[in-house]
């Protein structure tokens, strides 16, 4: 819940509230900063793209030799062979080896056996209409702000059917630690059950355990909690990530990718979620009260394994994880900031400079990432057009890469409207694209950390994974960092054989979901 490229546009239509605030993000066209393309290329280059190079030009040379031999040299070639043995054998040894070292030395694949989306019980569904009515009995909000929620809801972007826990919608509200454990053990445990009940793995096979949660950690954490819940076994690798806002699923992944590159033969299980009940702002300070109008309840569990024997069986493979965090600079990471009001109340302040400081993370973060999944051709093009403005000086248009020829799909963090409009302009991508997070949003809100799966799943309900096909995760967190990772199906998802969140309703979507501008207008 700590994260949030966020629908801005009720917030800019009250003048009072965060003056100065833009909801569109920087423009993809103006120079990108060097480093963040070197950096790239450092990953590109980390992964031994040199040593191919070498052989391919070694081998190169010696086809080039050899054209030049006619037939009876070959019987000479062979004696003076026969001569130096020695050589040839140490030669050869010497090859052998330095393949065996580079192939032993490569990190370990990693494969995503399955994953789950929690689907919670109908009876926490929450429409609109009871959001406000609920929020008027409280007697914590003001007409106004009141007035003001209707206003976020109406452009959200949020449809009928979001879910909140039981004690944010019980009259009056009971937002206390045992209601808080209640939500979490509801949301990490079903979506376990269902996870473990996919892919029969023993939960004593499982060596890792990841847990984020950005809001809520309690003591014991709740990755203490899931080892408690399923006995995991004495020796587990456990981690909880808290505070890290809605990236911390990527983050998550990421540092799950490199424990199991140290441990081999290993199961990771990944848990990513946020938790409601007691981060539910009670006070009048506007620039908090965006969170509880999109923030949902939700969570996703992700089985990870580096046994080459799970390939056959397992959906995806783990291509690229790329992560930039800008906490360095001082507007990035006030952006999204926990605080007190000054009525002591606990909110989330979302900062007015929160949609360009996304934008800007969000530009360093695929600057990072072209060289490592971009064409060669697009590669190509990128380079000379930065090659003739910053070294010739010309003034030409800055070329943006097409990301639609490195994937097939796409998953952005389901936020908030706004920021989906955005992406889809600047990333030139199509409303088929975005269906996957637009729909999510409109589904299950905002749901943090797990959004991305959920849109995954909705991929694949649609019966849109083929084998081959690469999916690109994108997500934002406070701090501020935005994330990514890069996924290759192992096979063709079949949705007739799926169990996740949308299979018995998917016939219902896509459906129309009004544009922010449209909604402005009226």
């Not at 507007?331 to 909110?347: L, T």
């Amino acid at each position: 819940m700590g994260s949030v490229p966020v629908d801005r546009t009720a917030v800019e239509a009250e003048p009072q509230t965060l003056s100065g605030s833009t909801n569109r993000l920087p423009n993809f066209l103006r120079p990108i900063k060097l480093k963040y393309v070197k950096l790239g290329y450092h990953y590109l280059i980390s992964n031994a793209v040199y040593i191919f190079l070498i052989l391919l030009v070694g081998l190169g040379l010696a086809l080039a030799h050899l054209s030049n031999l006619s037939a009876r040299d070959f019987p000479r070639l062979w004696d003076q062979l026969k001569f130096n043995l020695v050589g040839v054998i140490g030669s050869s040894t010497l090859v052998v080896f330095l393949t065996t070292l580079y192939y032993m030395s490569r990190p370990s694949s990693v494969y995503l056996v399955d994953f789950s989306c929690y689907k919670p019980d109908p009876a926490r569904k929450c429409t609109r209409e009871m959001f406000i009515e609920r929020s008027s009995l409280t007697g914590s909000f003001t007409d106004e702000n009141l007035a003001f929620q209707r206003k976020i809801l109406e452009r959200s972007g949020l449809g009928q059917d979001t879910y909140l826990p039981e004690a944010v919608m019980r009259v009056p509200p009971n937002p206390c630690m045992d209601e808080a454990r209640k939500e979490a053990e509801t949301v990490m445990f079903g979506a376990i059950d269902n996870l473990l009940e996919k892919t029969g793995v023993r939960v004593k096979d499982i060596g890792i355990l990841v847990v984020n949660c950005s809001l809520f950690n309690p003591t014991p954490s709740l990755s203490a909690m899931i080892v408690n819940h399923y006995k995991l076994r004495g020796n587990i690798l456990s981690y909880n990530l808290g505070g890290m806002g809605c990236s911390a699923g990527l983050i998550s992944i990421d540092l799950a990718k490199h424990l199991l590159q140290a441990n081999p033969s290993s199961y990771a299980l990944v848990v990513s979620m946020e938790n409601i009940t007691l981060n539910w702002y009670f006070g009048n300070d506007r620039s908090m009260l965006v969170s509880n109008c999109l923030f949902r309840m939700g969570g996703a569990a992700i089985l990870l394994s580096n046994r080459r024997s799970d390939r056959g069986q397992s959906k995806y493979q783990l291509v690229q994880t790329v992560r930039t965090h800008k906490g360095s600079e001082d507007r990035s990471y006030a952006c999204v900031f926990q605080k007190e009001d000054e009525k002591s109340g606990v909110g989330v302040s979302l900062s007015k400079d929160l949609m360009a400081v996304a934008g800007e993370a969000l530009k360093a973060n695929i600057t990072t990432l072209g060289p490592l999944v971009l064409p060669l051709s697009e590669q190509l093009l990128f380079a000379l057009t930065l090659a003739a403005r910053k070294v010739l000086k010309m003034n030409i248009r800055p070329y943006i890469p097409d990301f639609k020829l490195a994937f097939e799909h796409f998953c952005i963090h389901a936020g908030g409207r706004a920021v989906l409009d955005e992406l889809e302009k600047n990333l030139e991508l199509t409303e088929w694209h975005m269906e996957p997070s637009r729909m999510t949003l409109f589904r299950f809100g905002n749901t943090s950390s797990s959004s991305l799966w959920y849109e995954l799943a909705y991929a694949e309900a649609k019966g849109r994974i083929r084998k081959g096909d690469r999916t690109w995760q994108i997500a934002f967190g406070s701090g501020f960092k935005c994330n990514s990772a890069v996924w290759k199906a192992l096979r063709t998802v079949d949705p007739a054989k799926e169990k996740n969140p949308w299979i018995d309703e998917i016939h219902k979507f896509p459906v129309e979901v009004p544009r922010v501008a449209s909604i402005a207008s009226s």
